[in-house]
């Protein structure tokens, strides 16, 4: 049962970190601008995502604007892209590869050691995942990092991190745990007895009834 109880714990995280990165990747606010040691009064606040740029006025109102062209963007935003529609995909994988080898489903059929180590495979795909997006989200924010602290950059130009990064690392971890969780099925070996066809057993004569050893 203990088993069967870190395989639940593991697919649950592996399920939320899982939509986490969905979340994360959906998100416009992966980085936003930055008025660190700026004297200028703004009633606008940039945001960036991975797939458009929003602007917020401080009546609230928000406009966002998709990226026109694919080719104009920098290698970092591309390859943070592409990291994290691979681990969201993968993720779908290890999803369907772990419910079948979970104790609590009958998916896998009824081999205990066959449904263990489908469940490692899960767990190791989910692994894949979570590393694939920690990848994602460690490169964008060593992006901001340097950009920030480049002399070279415009201070009005310089932002922070966004709550997309932050999501993106939260989920990513939960994955990587999930699957980690799901990865300790180990399949227990099954010992075969053998008993002795004539030694040891006691038959019965039919005709004294003594036991003859």
């Known amino acids: 049962m203990a088993n069967s109880g870190l395989q639940i714990l593991g697919f649950l995280m592996a399920m939320l970190g899982w939509i986490a990165l969905i979340a994360a990747t959906i998100m416009p606010q992966w980085r936003m601008s930055s008025y660190a040691g700026d004297s200028i009064i ?3 606040a940039i945001y960036q ?3 458009m740029t929003c602007a917020t006025q401080s009546t609230g109102q928000i406009q966002c604007k998709v990226y026109d ?17 691979v681990s969201i995909v993968v993720g779908i994988f290890g999803m369907a590869i772990s419910t079948m080898g979970m104790k609590c489903t009958k998916c896998g059929g009824d081999d205990n050691v066959k449904k263990a180590r489908i469940a490692m495979t899960g767990g190791f795909v989910y692994l894949l995942a979570g590393l694939a997006a920690l990848i994602a989200c460690s490169w964008y ?29 939260a989920g990513s971890l939960l994955v990587i745990l999930g ?15 053998s008993y002795p066809k004539g030694g040891g057993a006691r038959t019965k004569a039919p005709s ?5 050893v």
Do not use: H
């Open 141 to 169: 924010g060593n992006q901001i990092i340097r950009d920030f602290y480049n002399p070279l950059t415009p201070i009005n130009t310089k932002y922070e991190f966004g709550a997309g990064v932050f999501l993106g690392w």
């Open 208 to 212: 004294s009834g003594k036991d003859y």
């Open 69 to 85: 062209s694919l080719l104009q963007l920098d290698a970092a935003l591309q390859a943070t892209r592409a990291l994290m529609v």
């Open 42 to 44: 703004t009633a606008v």
């Open 179 to 193: 699957g980690a969780l799901l990865s300790c099925s180990c399949p227990r070996k099954t010992s075969n007895r």
């Open 49 to 51: 995502g991975l797939w």
